[in-house]
């Protein structure tokens, strides 16, 4: 072997290193880049459905409704609407709470005669249902935290409030009490 082959050689080498150096950091960096885009959504909570969301209060605004007693008091809350069949198959269920403000408003496509139930519902309410005149029909008091007994309106009703269980005795709101909708 001469002098002149071990330089070459020699400088083969260092080349071929330094590319398997730079192609390894790129590869290093690469992977951590990904490391830090899978991983955190793995460490998240899975959510069975969205359900999952809405444990404890969970509330979105998106109107509000008043009621106007039998001696004109005024009381207001804010709603968060369940228009589609989806929305109001979900209803309140799994809110842990709901403040003494908030509620939830359901509404139909025509008036008939409704029926809920508080299956997976935490927490007690108040149901009031309403006609499409906006009269309160029937209300239901105190519901019962789980239970799978029906709540049904006494005659045919659009719509459907929920609010905190003692919230109609609190403010004198009865059957025939006037509502007002914004939303």
């Not at 330089?7 to 950091?25: A, D, E, F």
């Amino acid at each position: 072997m001469n002098k002149q082959d071990t330089p070459s050689k020699t400088t083969k080498k260092n080349s071929r290193s330094k590319s398997i150096l730079i192609y390894g950091t790129i590869i290093l960096i690469i992977a951590g880049f990904l490391a830090m885009l899978i991983i955190p959504p793995l460490m998240e909570k899975p959510k069975t459905s969205s359900t999952a969301e809405d444990k404890g209060n969970g509330f979105s605004k998106e109107g509000s409704a008043e009621f106007v007693t039998s001696d004109n008091r005024v009381y207001a809350i804010d709603i968060e609407l369940a228009r589609t069949e989806d929305e109001q198959a979900l209803g309140l269920m799994f809110r842990e709470r709901m403040e003494t403000n908030q509620g939830m408003l359901f509404i139909f496509p025509v008036q008939d005669y409704r029926s809920f139930w508080m299956k997976n519902t935490v927490i007690s309410l108040d149901m009031l249902f309403i006609t499409d005149s906006l009269k309160i029909a029937t209300i239901h008091k105190g519901t019962i935290p789980f239970a799978e007994k029906s709540y049904a309106s006494s005659e045919p009703v659009k719509y459907v409030i929920e609010v905190n269980a003692g919230y109609c005795d609190q403010n004198n709101i009865k059957v025939g009490d006037k509502v007002k909708l914004f939303y």
